[in-house]
């Protein structure tokens, strides 16, 4: 993070804002980033939101 530039500094710091417990819990925005990801067809994408949902417990 160091060297990273703003933009990528407040994309990252957006994106875990995003994910926090609001009307819609953590949980289920992982579950949701899951199945956009999996509609992207984004690899990255897929493998980081299904550590995120096995993180929050979804089974």
Request: one cysteine or more; aromatic letters at 6%.
């Amino acid at each position: 993070m160091k060297y990273s530039g703003k933009i990528s500094k407040r994309f990252l710091n957006l994106d875990s804002q995003v994910y926090e417990d609001g009307e819609l819990n953590s949980k289920t925005k992982e579950m949701i980033g899951l199945v956009e990801s999996l509609v992207l067809r984004c690899d990255d994408c897929i493998k980081y939101h299904l550590i995120q949902c096995h993180d929050q417990g979804v089974s």
